[in-house]
């Protein structure tokens, strides 16, 4: 498995915490911890279906999904072709570039964005 994170450029530091790419080309499944951070995520799935069985959330392929603020520690189980490209945005920040109704549906959980 491989997590990559690469800084935000100076302009866009008070908003950005990070950007971040996960790929895992193995043949079986790893466990990833999640600890709380505040942070909102933007996240895109460039692989195959990704499984939260923690959330009972399923993240399609090529559909982009906001992952909302932590409030509990959380297990993910990393399946073979995954990739998950994401900005993580610092907390109470997210707003700046995206109007969510209300962001308390997407605590502890992902919910998709609408293409429309």
């Known amino acids: 498995m491989?997590?990559?994170?690469f800084k935000p450029h100076e302009n866009?530091?008070?908003?950005?915490e990070t950007y971040w790419e996960l790929k895992f080309e193995g043949d079986f499944t790893v466990s990833d911890k999640v600890i709380p951070d505040g942070c909102v995520?933007?996240?895109v799935n460039l692989g195959d279906d990704h499984i939260i069985a923690s959330e009972n959330c399923i993240l399609e392929n090529e559909k982009?999904?906001?992952?909302?603020?932590?409030?509990?520690?959380k297990e993910n189980m990393i399946r073979p072709n995954t990739h998950l490209i994401g900005i993580s945005f610092k907390p109470a920040t997210v707003y700046c570039f995206y109007s969510?109704?209300?962001l308390h549906e997407a605590t502890n959980c992902c919910v998709e964005i609408d293409s429309h």
């Not at 491989?2 to 994170?5: N, P």
């Open 12 to 16: 866009l530091s008070q908003f950005v």
């Open 64 to 73: 982009v999904y906001l992952g909302g603020a932590r409030t509990e520690f």
């Open 41 to 43: 995520d933007l996240i």
């Open 2 to 5: 491989r997590l990559v994170e």
């Open 100 to 102: 969510f109704s209300s």
